[in-house]
């Protein structure tokens, strides 16, 4: 896959998530990205090789949800 196409593909998400952490928490848009850019998820997000680009932008929210309750990203146990 090509960079451009996983470049995208991050901004997706992003804008996903900011958009659910504007929705949820009641966050202006520069809040909500501020929130979202310097959170453990928007690092693994950004690194191509966790593939979490690939994900749906609802499962990254749940991660960032996640992270923070738990103050850094966890796996939860199922």
């Excluded at 998820?41 to 929210?61: A, H, K, N, P």
Aim: hydrophobic content about 40%.
């Amino acid at each position: 896959m090509g960079n451009e196409k996983i470049r995208y593909m991050m901004d997706y998400v992003t804008a996903t998530v900011v958009t659910c952490i504007m929705e949820d928490q009641g966050l202006a848009a520069d809040e909500a990205m501020k929130a979202f850019y310097n959170s453990q998820v928007f690092d693994r997000l950004c690194d191509i090789e966790t593939g979490l680009y690939r994900e749906s932008g609802g499962y990254v929210y749940d991660l960032y949800k996640i992270e923070v309750e738990h103050g850094c990203l966890v796996q939860l146990e199922i």
